[in-house]
């Protein structure tokens, strides 16, 4: 069982407001990835980072950013949400040397 | 052309029956390969992965590789309705991203 955890499981807010999405894992892997996914479409990968300090924009396009301070927690940051933002943010993660990815439960966003 | 290939179904097959589901991957360099079971509104969890060409069985799951015609796939045997779900094959060449192909949604009718 793969230890991630995101945080807010549900969030629902309105038009111009900052949000962050939380993911931690416990594993001690080194590189961790955020993706979206609308319902019933595929993932998208929009972020990822191989370690601390060490962040890349992923293949979709997205107007979030993200930082790596701690191995363990890798936030995404919406500075101003829009509705267009409305889907499922997934977090994954795996070893430096692996290519297994473990996901979290993920984070349904709203913006209305 | 997508990098990871699917057909997006539903595939439907009666419970007991056996589920088979296809993949092709167009980056030769492509090492590794996963399937990933999604159920509705539920994350990704990891049923499977292969490395080397022909099969490998895990439970009711078999996946199977030929690298030569870049070709991966799943067979589920003895399908149950909790097998309904969405099934996304992904591949990835060493050091790289993992990518995902759209899924194939599985019906297993009882």
């Known amino acids: 069982e793969a230890d991630i955890y995101q945080t807010p499981r549900y969030l629902v807010i309105g038009t111009g407001k900052k949000i962050t999405l939380e993911c931690s894992q416990t594993?001690?892997?080194?590189?961790m990835y955020w993706y979206q996914q609308d319902p019933g479409m595929e993932l998208h990968l929009i972020h990822y980072?191989?370690?601390?300090?060490?962040?890349e924009k992923g293949d979709l396009s997205s107007e979030s950013t993200v930082s790596r301070i701690r191995t363990e927690h890798f936030p995404l940051t919406l500075e101003s949400a829009r509705p267009s933002h409305t889907s499922q943010y997934l977090c994954?993660?795996?070893?430096?040397?692996?290519?297994?990815?473990?996901f979290g439960p993920g984070t349904r966003l709203t913006v209305l | 052309q997508k990098e990871v290939e699917q057909n997006s179904g539903p595939l439907s097959v009666p419970e007991g029956a056996i589920a088979s589901l296809n993949c092709t991957y167009s980056d030769r360099g492509s090492q590794s390969f996963f399937w990933y079971r999604q159920y509705s509104g539920k994350s990704p969890e990891l049923i499977m992965s292969?490395?080397?060409?022909g099969d490998k069985e895990d439970g009711r799951f078999t996946a199977q590789l030929n690298k030569a015609s870049q070709y991966v796939s799943l067979l589920i045997r003895d399908s149950q309705p909790s097998d309904s779900a969405t099934y996304l094959c992904?591949?990835?060449?060493?050091?790289?991203?993992?990518?995902f192909g759209g899924g194939t949604r599985v019906l297993v009718k009882p």
């Open positions: 980072s191989y370690g601390v300090n060490s962040t």
């Open positions: 992904a591949a990835q060449a060493a050091g790289n991203k993992l990518t």
């Open positions: 594993m001690g892997h080194d590189k």
């Open positions: 292969i490395y080397s060409n």
């Open positions: 994954a993660s795996s070893l430096l040397g692996g290519d297994t990815q473990y």
